[in-house]
């Protein structure tokens, strides 16, 4: 019973890892780049997506291994490896937090550095048990069947892992997912304290503004204006995105509350995104702008290498600036589109994907 009972629970874990990390393999590659950076080893980053298919599948097909009961004595050793691996590097990034997030469920759980260290010492103990048990393992079905499930079963999650990349995740874990609204109803406030120091005997009181004596002048007096302080822990934030022009001016609540549709692309690195899109772009821009359709460029890029672009894009496209890791948040193309409409994500779309206005139109433009 024990023996059985490992065996599923450890192959449960992985097909769900397994696939919550292949409907986004792009974000799987970045926490791969994020370690990748840490150890100093930059010259396996443009090795980050194909590392990222290859785990997702490798998890994905364990898991499926474990619960069809095929082939365990020989993979048990590949489970054995893989777990003391995911252990030991993830006590190291709990002792010394090189990355902030181990990304061993994508984006669908999150757990800290010291959760997954724990987690993993608890999967420990059922991998244990099914290795050293490997050998008593029977299965119903012929080792040609299973050769050719273990054999289809790999192929299909590339291709499934693939598909994911070549265009948008099957599933959205993240914030920026199609139907959430971007701009909280209650926002809370800000609090601003002050603190005053008293002339006489050097004492210092610190106020919640407005709540202090303001309007009694024998107290003012008394008490001088020292310093204040902003506490926002309790303000709700529907996102991290900041947009800022050329100069610095922070533009997000024009274009993110806007009551109209809006229209952005997302292109986090501008020099490295599809330039056969560049087109395509202007073109939606002119259309967009036909109909009052605001339509935006929003980019990680410095303002100096997109002036040196300005030529393939539309001369009234505007263009603002934020930081890269929210834009691959946003979406997962580069660049990608996204549709929204008095704050809410209506669709999002893959470079690969590109529609023309008039299919947006038609499908999402209302009123």
Same mark, same amino acid.
């Given at each position: 019973?024990?023996?059985?009972?490992?065996?599923?629970?450890?192959?449960?874990?992985?097909?769900?890892?397994?696939?919550?990390?292949?409907?986004?393999?792009?974000?799987?590659?970045?926490?791969?780049?994020?370690?990748?950076?840490?150890?100093?080893?930059? *010259?396996?980053?443009?090795?980050?997506?194909?590392?990222?298919?290859?785990?997702? =599948?490798?998890?994905?097909?364990?898991?499926?291994?474990?619960?069809?009961?095929?082939?365990?004595?020989?993979?048990? *050793?590949?489970?054995?490896?893989?777990?003391?691996?995911?252990?030991?590097?993830?006590?190291?990034?709990?002792?010394?937090?090189?990355?902030?997030?181990?990304?061993?469920?994508?984006?669908?759980?999150?757990?800290?550095? *010291?959760? =997954?260290?724990?987690?993993?010492?608890?999967?420990?103990?059922?991998?244990?048990?099914?290795?050293?048990?490997?050998?008593?393992?029977?299965?119903?079905?012929?080792?040609?069947?299973?050769?050719?499930?273990?054999?289809?079963?790999?192929?299909?999650?590339?291709?499934?892992?693939?598909?994911?990349?070549?265009?948008?995740?099957?599933?959205?874990?993240?914030?920026?997912?199609?139907?959430?609204?971007?701009?909280?109803?209650?926002?809370?406030?800000?609090?601003?304290?002050?603190?005053?120091?008293?002339?006489?005997?050097?004492?210092?009181?610190?106020?919640?503004?407005?709540?202090?004596? *303001?309007?009694?002048?024998?107290?003012?007096?008394?008490?001088?204006?020292?310093?204040?302080?902003?506490?926002?822990?309790?303000?709700?934030?529907?996102?991290?995105?900041?947009?800022?022009?050329?100069?610095?001016?922070?533009?997000?609540?024009?274009?993110?509350?806007?009551?109209?549709?809006?229209?952005?692309?997302?292109?986090?690195?501008?020099?490295?995104?599809?330039?056969?899109?560049?087109?395509?772009?202007?073109?939606?821009?002119?259309?967009?702008? +036909?109909?009052?359709?605001?339509?935006?460029?929003?980019?990680?890029?410095?303002?100096?290498?997109?002036?040196?672009?300005?030529?393939?894009? +539309?001369?009234?496209?505007?263009?603002?600036?934020?930081?890269?890791?929210?834009?691959?948040?946003?979406?997962?193309?580069?660049?990608?589109?996204?549709?929204?409409?008095?704050?809410?994500?209506?669709?999002?779309?893959?470079?690969?994907?590109?529609?023309?206005?008039?299919?947006?139109?038609?499908?999402?433009?209302?009123?």
């Amino acid at each position: 019973m024990l023996r059985n009972l490992s065996r599923l629970i450890l192959g449960l874990v992985f097909v769900f890892s397994g696939f919550v990390k292949g409907v986004d393999p792009m974000g799987t590659a970045y926490r791969i780049e994020d370690y990748l950076i840490a150890y100093g080893m930059d *010259w396996g980053l443009p090795f980050g997506l194909y590392a990222s298919i290859a785990l997702c =599948t490798l998890e994905f097909l364990l898991g499926t291994i474990l619960i069809l009961n095929i082939r365990i004595r020989e993979f048990s *050793w590949i489970l054995f490896i893989l777990m003391i691996f995911f252990t030991l590097i993830t006590f190291y990034v709990a002792l010394y937090e090189p990355v902030p997030d181990c990304g061993c469920f994508g984006d669908a759980i999150k757990l800290s550095n *010291w959760g =997954t260290f724990l987690k993993n010492l608890f999967l420990m103990a059922f991998t244990v048990v099914v290795f050293l048990e490997r050998k008593n393992f029977r299965s119903a079905i012929g080792p040609m069947a299973q050769n050719a499930f273990i054999l289809l079963f790999a192929v299909g999650f590339t291709g499934f892992s693939m598909q994911n990349y070549f265009h948008l995740p099957a599933i959205d874990f993240r914030d920026w997912k199609v139907g959430n609204d971007m701009v909280p109803d209650d926002r809370g406030e800000a609090k601003i304290y002050l603190t005053f120091r008293n002339l006489e005997n050097g004492e210092t009181r610190e106020y919640l503004s407005p709540d202090y004596p *303001w309007n009694d002048s024998l107290w003012m007096a008394k008490w001088e204006f020292v310093d204040q302080r902003t506490d926002d822990s309790e303000v709700v934030r529907g996102h991290e995105l900041v947009l800022e022009t050329a100069d610095g001016e922070d533009v997000t609540a024009n274009y993110i509350e806007n009551p109209d549709y809006q229209l952005l692309v997302v292109a986090y690195d501008l020099k490295g995104s599809s330039r056969k899109t560049f087109p395509h772009i202007s073109r939606l821009y002119e259309d967009a702008d +036909h109909v009052g359709v605001s339509l935006i460029l929003v980019t990680s890029t410095l303002p100096s290498d997109v002036d040196a672009m300005r030529d393939q894009f +539309h001369p009234h496209l505007e263009i603002f600036y934020a930081d890269d890791i929210v834009l691959k948040t946003m979406i997962r193309s580069n660049p990608g589109i996204i549709l929204m409409k008095d704050g809410v994500v209506l669709a999002k779309w893959h470079y690969n994907d590109f529609p023309v206005f008039v299919d947006i139109r038609n499908r999402y433009l209302k009123d």
